[in-house]
Nanobody
C-alpha cells in the first residue's frame, strides 16, 4: 500500500510563506503528486500537481503565480514533492492533503479522485 508522508504547514501571517513536503513510499503508483485543500464548509479544491515523467505542472486558478510545486526526481526509491506557498492570504487557510496517482487526471478532470492520500496538514493564515 502506498504511504504518503506530509510535513510542513502551520500558522503564519498574511504575506508570509510556507513550504509543504510530501514523500511517497513508491514511485510507480505516484507518478503524479500534488495537493488538494479543503476549507471548513467549502468543497475540496485542487491546488497543484506535478508529473514525474516530464515535470508538467498544474495549478488551481486561485494559487497561480503564488504557489510553486516541484519534485525531487533524483531519488529512485521514493517520490518527493514540495509546495512552496508565497504571498499567503487568509483565504488560503485550509487542510492541505497530499495526493498521488499514476496520472494527473485528478487535477485536470473534475470528479476524478486520486488513488492515494495523505492525512492532511493544516495551513492557517491570519490577517
Amino acid at each position: 500500500q502506498v504511504r504518503l508522508m506530509e510535513s510542513g504547514g502551520g500558522s503564519v501571517q498574511a504575506g508570509e510563506s510556507l513550504t509543504l513536503s510530501c514523500v511517497a513510499s513508491e514511485i510507480s503508483s505516484t507518478l503524479c503528486m500534488g495537493w488538494f485543500r479543503q476549507a471548513p464548509g467549502k468543497e475540496r479544491e485542487k491546488v497543484a500537481a506535478i508529473y514525474r515523467g516530464d515535470g508538467m505542472t498544474y495549478y488551481g486558478d486561485s494559487v497561480k503565480d503564488r504557489f510553486t510545486i516541484s519534485q525531487d526526481n533524483q531519488d529512485y526509491a521514493k517520490n518527493t514533492a514540495y509546495l512552496q506557498m508565497n504571498s499567503l492570504k487568509p483565504e488560503d487557510t485550509a487542510m492541505y492533503y497530499c495526493a498521488a496517482d499514476i496520472s494527473c487526471l485528478p487535477w485536470v478532470v473534475p470528479g476524478t479522485v486520486a488513488a492515494n492520500w495523505g492525512k492532511g496538514t493544516l495551513v492557517s493564515i491570519s490577517s
